[in-house]
């Protein structure tokens, strides 16, 4: 029978799992509890925060959620039951920045990895994961747009400058044989 401890940590999961529908399930391996540390505040600046939760009560309270949500059935079937030591990656509000943050730890460590994302109502997998972490911002994003729009007109702009510049060239230097 379990005890009241385990539930009560089940239903604080599936309490933070339905109230940030985008969530990321990581691993990790054989890290020092300063590196996780270090992790926390950073992915904290991004109001993010990162728990570790123990497998099968993450897995007791996905199922749980399963019965009610068909998406969570879905992650269910995919990616249960977990292995290694997990933890939940959660997002208060802008998932891309904290998705980039702990995506820039995995390179610097080789026990950190993805395992599993829920983000926007879209499940995604290890790999896709790493592709949208490595995307650019919607600051950067919004840059380029801008940038597209005005390149057109900066180029027309010097091309009507050019054949101004070339018959006063051409003028000075017959100015100069003269």
Request: aromatic share 8%; glycine share 2%.
């Amino acid at each position: 029978m379990a005890n009241a401890q385990k539930k009560d940590i089940v239903s604080k999961i599936i309490n933070t799992l339905e109230s940030n529908s985008n969530f990321v399930v990581v691993g990790f391996d054989k890290i020092t509890h300063r590196t996780l540390d270090d992790l926390r505040k950073d992915l904290k600046k991004s109001d993010a925060s990162i728990n570790v939760v123990k497998n099968s009560l993450l897995e007791k309270a996905i199922n749980k959620i399963s019965q009610k949500k068909s998406e969570y059935r879905d992650i269910a079937n995919k990616f249960l039951p977990l292995n290694d030591q997990s933890a939940l990656l959660t997002f208060a509000s802008d998932w891309i920045t904290a998705l980039k943050k702990y995506h820039e730890a995995i390179k610097g460590n080789e026990f950190l990895k993805f395992k599993f994302g829920h983000i926007d109502e879209t499940i995604y997998d290890q790999l896709t994961l790493n592709k949208l972490a490595t995307l650019p911002g919607i600051d950067v994003l919004m840059a380029k747009i801008l940038g597209s729009f005005k390149s057109p007109i900066a180029r027309a702009t010097r091309s009507m400058k050019s054949p101004m510049q070339k018959l006063v060239y051409v003028l000075q230097q017959s100015s100069q044989k003269a």
